[in-house]
């Protein structure tokens, strides 16, 4: 994709709608798309496309202006009720450290537990030929859409003291997850893994499978081939996949609160320590909220290229 | 062994070298190839698009499954699927160079080349010196530390060549070698590549499309068409006496197929080619476009062989300009400019041709 046909003229269709339409098939995974040349090449010609004129329709500019309000507002609300005075003596009780780290060091082992599990799981899909591709990749995408709350029910249906496989885990190896630290991990990982496993595989789907083959002709197994070729190729996917997957787990309220309930220092994130502190302290509410808004705001910022610009 | 023909069924292996018949069915197409060569022989794969040749060398490489047949190497097994005997391609001695060389492009040239030697559990240090070794070979020290990006089109081919060459394979293949350069680096390239295999000890097998590259570099050509050998030899003989119309249009002959009685050949249509060669038989003959002389009118010639023939088509061709010519031998004729200006030559417009009989070559069937 050149710099001469990125302009607007006839043949800049071929490039980039080439481009979109490769993807279109693969589902979810076109949002991700491969990061790199592609995107760029996207995102270079996006500015010129929607150009604000002076001949917009008022039926479209009105919605639009107080869609974007709707989205902006909050946030600004946010900032200008924030306890700005008061902000330092807020952030520096141990409570609000205590969420934090807790939301931190669970948000990095879901995120952990994710890639681990879920690029080998991503390779499955992306490169695999088995029967019950496609229906496994749907299981995959389904706690996407899954409610969270449903998800920690679910959850605790299987890994509960009583679930089907918690029953199992507390008999044989005194394993309890319902209402741990580990659990909190558990719960964030099951709603932020599939953010990572459709990331990678997309990366994976378009990364060339030949120079796997090239390197098993050099003597390197499948596995070295992956781990020495394949994943320093796609580890760019894999970084935006990883931190999106910490970001969602880093939000994560519903199956938390659901499969590990509610206590401060053990199971209280950051997101519960919010809803909680509305009722009883705005104002560390707010703080915290002012929190988790930064740690947002520097996520997007890190993702801007390759996620942003994709879709 | 360079001239070595068919190899039949029967015969004894090579205790050395290549020795493989290749059968891979897939669906609508059948590769049934039998292939052998020698250490220290480079055999080059030619043929048209979608003749089969990537096809045979992935074969050859381990990662197209044999459906058929046998793949021995310095008379060691490595596919016998009758057997279910087959060596994975990562414990073959087996290098490849790919069409578009697909060097890693996160690792530096020297990392690349050092890839195989690690991963044959060469020691780091070790296998970095042995990479600088090679990459000093093709003369690209000074490319050491750089992507494959930041590579030249030549370059990344002598880089991709060093890196199949560090695992010390038995059998180095080759996919179109050539193919991605432009053509000013080919003949660099061509000639360095030409100097590299010449130095290679054991078997090389290259595919290409293109004769010349085929000529060049190659000991032995292997003419496939349809998933199966056309012609095998030496390339000055495959130029002299092409089997089939590929080969002859590859080579710029008009060939012909009939049946000679003497020195007349009579073509399958009927028409007759005079030739020196003393033949009985089924027969090939072969000439030259530029051997056809075209006249106005019923020239008064010696030439043995006269045909009335009518313009269908022509382009230029090099410095030439190539007359297609239709009626009862079509053939195809160089002339100059000035000639064709001369003849006032035009599609659909009548002329006679004229051929010695000296200028055909006439070979057994």
């Known amino acids: ?311 | 062994m360079i001239t070595d023909t068919f190899a039949t069924e029967g015969a004894a292996p090579h205790a050395d070298g290549l020795d493989a018949r290749l059968v891979v069915d897939r669906g609508g197409f059948r590769l049934d190839l039998r292939l052998t060569a020698a250490p220290g022989e480079v055999v080059a794969l030619l043929g048209p698009n979608g003749a089969g040749k990537t096809t045979a060398l992935r074969a050859l490489a381990g990662l197209t499954p044999l459906t058929e047949g046998a793949l021995r190497l310095d008379g060691r097994t490595l596919e016998r699927p009758e057997h279910r005997l087959r060596v994975p391609p990562e414990d073959r001695p087996v290098g490849v160079v790919f069409q578009d060389y697909l060097l890693f492009p996160h690792l530096t040239a020297l990392d690349n080349v050092a890839f195989g030697p690690r991963c044959q559990g060469v020691p780091k240090a070790e296998a970095r010196a042995q990479a600088a070794g090679w990459l000093d070979r093709m003369g690209l020290t000074d490319r050491a530390g750089a992507k494959p990006r930041a590579l030249s089109g030549g370059q990344a081919q002598r880089v991709a060549l060093a890196r199949a060459l560090a695992t010390r394979p038995r059998l180095l293949l080759l996919d179109e070698p050539l193919a991605a350069l432009d053509a000013r680096t080919r003949l660099d390239v061509r000639a360095g590549l030409r100097r590299h295999l010449a130095d290679f000890e054991a078997v090389a097998v290259l595919v290409t499309h293109d004769p010349l590259d085929a000529m060049v570099l190659a000991d032995r050509l292997v003419v496939v068409e349809d998933g199966r050998i056309v012609q095998e030899g030496a390339p000055a003989d495959i130029s002299r006496r092409p089997r089939t119309d590929y080969i002859a249009s590859l080579v710029g002959l008009n060939l012909y197929q009939g049946h000679a009685d003497g020195h007349t050949v009579t073509l399958d249509g009927g028409a007759t080619i005079t030739t020196t060669e003393d033949l009985t038989g089924p027969v090939f003959v072969a000439f030259p476009p530029a051997a056809v002389t075209l006249h106005r009118d019923r020239p008064d010639s010696s030439a043995r062989n006269l045909w009335r023939l009518e313009v269908a088509g022509m382009e230029s061709h090099g410095d030439q300009i190539r007359v297609d010519l239709t009626g009862e031998l079509p053939l195809l004729a160089d002339l100059t400019t000035a000639a064709v200006a001369e003849l006032s030559l035009h599609p659909g417009r009548p002329v006679w041709a004229t051929l010695k009989a000296t200028q055909t070559h006439a070979y057994p069937a």
């Open chain 1, 1 to 311: 994709m050149t710099e001469r046909n990125a302009g607007p003229e006839p043949k800049a269709g071929a490039g980039p709608e080439a481009t979109t339409g490769r993807k279109a098939g693969a589902g979810p995974d076109a949002v991700t798309g491969p990061p790199g040349v592609l995107d760029s090449g996207t995102r270079r010609r996006r500015p010129g496309v929607p150009r604000l004129r002076a001949g917009v329709p008022l039926p479209l500019l009105l919605p639009a202006l107080v869609g974007l309000a709707f989205l902006v507002l909050p946030l600004v609300a946010l900032l200008v009720r924030a306890p700005w005075r008061s902000l330092p003596d807020q952030l520096t009780g141990v409570a609000v450290w205590q969420a934090l780290r807790l939301s931190l060091i669970t948000a990095t082992a879901a995120t952990a537990v994710a890639l681990v599990l879920g690029v080998p799981l991503a390779w499955l899909l992306a490169r695999a030929r088995f029967p019950g591709r496609r229906l496994l990749r749907a299981l995959v995408t389904l706690p996407l859409v899954l409610p969270p709350v449903v998800g920690g029910v679910a959850l605790l249906l299987a890994l509960g003291r009583n679930g089907i496989v918690g029953r199992w885990l507390d008999s044989a190896f005194g394993i309890t997850l319902p209402f741990t630290t580990a659990g909190v991990v558990v719960a964030e990982a099951f709603v932020a893994m599939p953010f990572l496993v459709i990331s990678v595989e997309g990366t994976l789907r378009a990364a060339d499978p030949r120079y796997e083959e090239a390197a098993t002709t050099l003597g390197a197994s499948r596995f070295t081939a992956f781990r020495r070729v394949t994943l320093p190729m796609v580890a760019p996917g894999v970084a935006a996949g990883a931190v999106l997957a910490w970001a969602r787990a880093l939000g994560e309220f519903g199956a938390t609160i659901t499969f590990a309930g509610n206590f401060p220092g053990r199971t209280q994130t950051m997101p519960l320590s919010v809803y909680l502190a509305l009722q009883s302290d705005p104002a560390a509410a707010i703080a915290l909220s002012l929190v988790l808004l930064a740690v947002s705001i520097a996520v997007l910022a890190g993702l801007r290229d390759r996620w942003m610009a994709a879709s």
